[in-house]
């Protein structure tokens, strides 16, 4: 089956900048889409990023628009999300996921263990 290991977060101060990688092995996800949700204590798991399987059409939540880049690279079959002016409301676990269809959703096959961002003031 396949996993995804995240691996990238930490402690940070405000405004500073981290690189999330995620990592799949046990088959290719060159075409499945790739992403990024986050759940910080006590809320709801959230959508932050997505990338298509072709690398032509990413999205993200309008909370880190401008803020994150997530790529991609199918022949490492790996996925990051390069986030900088981070701000507290930033922590949380941040998980990866792959699936069919156009983005990751809630309901993408594969998930991650997640990784801990945490943002001080």
């Known amino acids: 089956q396949v996993r995804l290991v995240e691996s990238g977060g930490g402690l940070v101060q405000a405004g500073d900048s981290l690189r999330l990688s995620c990592a799949a092995s046990g088959r290719s996800l060159s075409l499945y889409s790739m992403g990024w949700f986050r759940q910080a204590p006590g809320k709801e798991r959230e959508f932050v990023a997505t990338?298509?399987?072709?690398?032509?059409?990413?999205r993200y939540a309008d909370s880190v628009k401008g803020r994150f880049t997530i790529s991609r690279d199918n022949a490492k079959n790996t996925v990051d999300l390069q986030m900088n002016s981070l701000k507290p409301e930033d922590t949380a676990v941040y998980f990866c996921a792959a699936g069919l269809g156009a983005e990751v959703t809630s309901g993408s096959a594969y998930w991650g263990q997640g990784t801990q961002v945490t943002v001080s003031s």
């Open positions: 990338i298509d399987w072709s690398r032509t059409y990413t």
